[in-house]
Each structure stands twice: as structure tokens, then as C-alpha cells.
């Protein structure tokens, strides 16, 4: 049995603390904040409630497998329901997209009725066959790099190929989709992650094709309840949590860890995993240091009274700024809970560019939290958004999950395979193959 120290209470964290305490390691979770799940949780305020960041997830797999392999299975906890459809997105000349998942034929189905057909070459036909072209991507990446820990000497030509790829995510739009308006949508993700298209490999647009074929999920009741689960998770497997505790660094010697030094004194540990941005930690942040975080979005959560438009989950404004409106929070009977994220030229007040583009409740809005970028950073220790893309040298200088200090694993949205919720779980699953069963 191995003692094992992990550093933060994320998502990458509390999964990987509860997959390693299954496999019969002695667990401690070391935690900055006072509470657990980072990102992962709510914000609360006048009978309001909203998520404090993502409101769903690709992959559902991800998160029951996490479940069935620490414990019991996610249906005995929690329930995830699909979104329809995934996305309106709504254009500047005025269309409108509902983008569902599924199928090839019900995406060809929406973006012919929103965008037009009967050429030869339609904008439907152009976008089933531009998702359709990352089948063979997504199935490469898959078996090599997301669900087992990346091997040069024994990946596959197909695999290195792709993540050496020059070829940008920008240009591969641009290639394929004609309608600018389809390059939006295949590009909003890593817009919105504060991402630039031109400096992401063309591989990322992979999870436009996860999405139409696997959707996207959420559970009723917010996304923080995930946390909620997680944290009796950890009670069950015997794992020891030191929240409100701050990881200061590693002690290392002879190039192998020892112990976490932290706020209330050195944390034993045969094995570290570093599930924070490894900045943080001195003895890891000399080999990161040609990287950069990506800047979370400015947030504003609201509450609304009165009668709203009736809207889907998640509605995507293009242009710039690029507004993001989620609807799924919890309200007091006869109001409304809705989180609105915005990236671009932010100019004027946010609710006021929303009542600009179409949807009118400036005046109905009764309680509003706003969350600067700062903000959000200082409040989960990091940026939730991982790594920012700087160009195809950017997979070379973050780190994977063995970190270059012996007994060291990264998981969470700073290393392989990146940001969003079902990146950070597969991160947690390839830390723990790497460390195996006590």
C-alpha cells in the first residue's frame, strides 16, 4: 500500500483520489479551499442557484466509469439526462441553429432547415461530412492518447502524425466549411476556453464529432451535485481530506518525492498526484514555464422574475463579443436562474449586449453575481481552462501524466488530455492505470 497525497479538490483531484483509495492506497487529499470541487460546484445567492462552471459534459462514459470503478455505480447516485439539443446558436444576420446529437442525419436535418439546401454542395452536406472526417481521429486519439497513457516508442505512425499535426484548427474550418457561420459553430469549445483557433492543432475539432454522437449531458439539478457525490465517495473508500490546507511544494530528494510541504506541515508521500496547475508547486513549475494558462470567461450569473423566453439550455450568441447563456439553474417558483458567459471586446455591461441581441430581461433581473476572470483564478486556485495553445509546440511543453520528479502524476485540465470536464476524468483514469493496485 502506497501513500499517496493529492494536491487539490477539483475534479481531477476528487477523481483521482477515489480511483487510487479503490485500488487499496493509503489517500490523503490535500485542499487549498475550504470546500471541495473547484469548478465543479455551485454558487449560491438569494435563493438562487447556479453552476459555478461547466453545466455539462461529453462523454458520459467518463463519469460512470469513474463511479463503477471506486465504487458504486453512477445510476445508484445520480442521474445524467441528454440536452436537445446541445446548442442554439444564434448568428448576426439573424439565423438560427438548434444543433442536435445523435446522428449524422438528424445534424444534416437542423443545419439544411437553419441554413439552407438544395445545391449541390449544401452547408448540411459540408458539416455532416466535416464532423464525419474526425471518426478515424477520434478512434487514433482514443485508444493511444485518452484512455492510455501515451507511449512515443510504442503509439501508432497514424497517432504521432496527429499530434504533430502544423496544421491548425482554423485552417481546417476554413477548408472544409464554406459557411462562416458553420466555422463558428465548429469552433466555439475552444473560443470559449479563450482559446484562438489559428495557435489549436486541427485534431481538437474531434469533439465536434463527439458531440454528435454521443451528446451532450447533464443531471438534473445542477452539475455541482457531481462534487456532492464525489465527496461521499471519499468518505466510503477511507480517504483523509486537509481542506482549507495549501500545498506549498514538493519535497524532493535525489530527484524523488518524499513528501508535500503545506500550511500545517509536511504530508508524507510515496507517490504525488498533482491535480492543481503545477505552477503552483516550485519544483514542477521550471518545467512548465513555456506554457500559459488559458483566461477563464467573464461570468454573470442572474436571477431573473417574470416571464422569460422559452429557451433551450444552452444558447450560443456569435459575433463579438461571443455571449454564452445558460438556463439550467435553480430559481424560487416564478423566477429563473441563468449564467451568461462572454468573450471579445466586452465594451459594455453584459446583460446590456444580451438585450441587444434578442433576448429582453435587463429589467427583470432581480439578483446578479458577477465573476471577473481574476476572480474565478483566485477562487479555484487556477484556471479551469488548462493550458493555453500557443501552436503545435505547446503538446511538447505541458506536461502528461508522469511529471520528470519520480513518484509525481499530473491529472486535471493542465495536462494530457486537457481541458473540460471529460478531458479532466480521463486524466484521473490514466493516473491511475500508471500508479496500479497496491
Request: aromatic share 6%; glycine share 12%.
Amino acid at each position: 500500500m502506497a501513500r499517496v497525497v493529492v494536491v487539490g479538490g477539483g475534479f481531477g483531484g476528487l477523481a483521482s483520489a477515489a480511483r487510487l483509495a479503490k485500488l487499496g492506497h493509503d489517500v490523503t487529499l490535500v485542499e487549498a479551499s475550504d470546500h471541495l470541487g473547484g469548478a465543479l460546484g455551485f454558487v449560491e445567492h438569494d435563493g438562487f442557484r447556479w453552476d459555478a462552471g461547466p453545466t455539462s459534459t461529453l462523454l458520459p462514459a467518463v463519469v460512470r466509469d469513474l463511479f463503477r470503478k471506486s465504487g458504486r455505480p453512477l445510476e445508484r447516485e445520480l442521474e445524467l439526462v441528454p440536452l436537445e439539443p446541445v446548442q442554439q446558436h444564434r448568428f448576426e444576420d439573424g439565423t438560427t441553429l438548434d444543433l442536435p446529437a445523435g446522428s449524422r442525419g438528424a445534424q444534416h436535418a437542423a443545419v439544411e432547415r437553419a441554413l439552407g439546401g438544395g445545391r449541390r454542395r449544401s452547408p448540411a452536406d459540408e458539416w455532416v461530412d466535416y464532423v464525419h472526417g474526425f471518426a478515424d481521429v477520434w478512434d487514433t486519439l482514443r485508444r493511444e492518447w485518452l484512455e492510455r497513457p501515451w507511449s512515443p516508442e510504442h503509439a501508432s505512425k497514424e497517432a504521432r502524425e496527429l499530434l504533430a499535426t502544423r496544421a491548425s484548427l482554423h485552417k481546417h474550418t476554413n477548408r472544409f466549411l464554406r459557411d462562416e457561420r458553420l466555422r463558428k459553430v465548429a469552433s466555439y469549445r475552444p473560443v470559449l476556453e479563450g482559446q484562438d483557433p489559428r495557435n489549436v492543432p486541427a485534431w481538437v475539432g474531434m469533439w465536434s464529432y463527439v458531440e454528435q454522437r454521443f451528446g451532450a449531458w447533464t443531471v438534473p439539478g445542477g452539475m455541482g451535485l457531481l462534487t456532492g457525490a464525489l465527496e461521499q465517495r471519499l468518505v466510503t473508500r477511507g480517504v483523509t481530506v486537509l481542506g482549507g490546507t495549501t500545498a506549498h511544494d514538493l519535497v524532493v530528494s535525489g530527484n524523488r518525492v518524499s513528501a508535500v510541504r503545506t500550511t500545517t506541515g509536511n504530508v508524507d508521500a510515496d507517490i504525488v498526484v498533482c491535480a492543481v496547475d503545477p505552477r503552483r508547486l516550485p519544483a514542477l513549475a521550471p518545467h512548465v514555464e513555456r506554457t500559459m494558462p488559458a483566461i477563464p470567461p467573464v461570468v454573470c450569473h442572474l436571477g431573473i422574475v417574470g416571464d422569460v423566453p422559452e429557451l433551450p439550455p444552452e444558447v450560443v450568441l456569435h459575433g463579438d463579443p461571443m455571449l454564452v447563456l445558460r438556463t439550467g439553474g435553480t430559481a424560487p417558483d416564478g423566477a429563473h436562474a441563468w449564467t451568461l458567459l462572454g468573450r471579445g471586446r466586452l465594451a459594455e455591461d453584459i446583460v446590456s449586449i444580451l438585450q441587444r441581441c434578442g433576448i429582453r430581461v435587463r429589467d427583470q433581473v432581480e439578483v446578479r453575481v458577477d465573476r471577473s476572470p481574476r476572480e474565478l483564478v483566485q477562487a479555484w486556485g487556477g484556471s479551469p481552462d488548462g493550458v493555453l495553445w500557443q501552436g503545435r509546440g505547446t503538446l511538447a511543453h505541458r506536461m502528461g501524466t508522469r511529471a520528470p520528479v519520480d513518484g509525481v502524476y499530473l491529472a486535471g485540465a493542465h495536462t494530457t488530455p486537457g481541458s473540460g470536464l471529460p478531458s479532466v476524468g480521463l486524466s484521473a483514469a490514466l493516473v491511475a492505470q500508471l500508479v496500479g493496485p497496491a
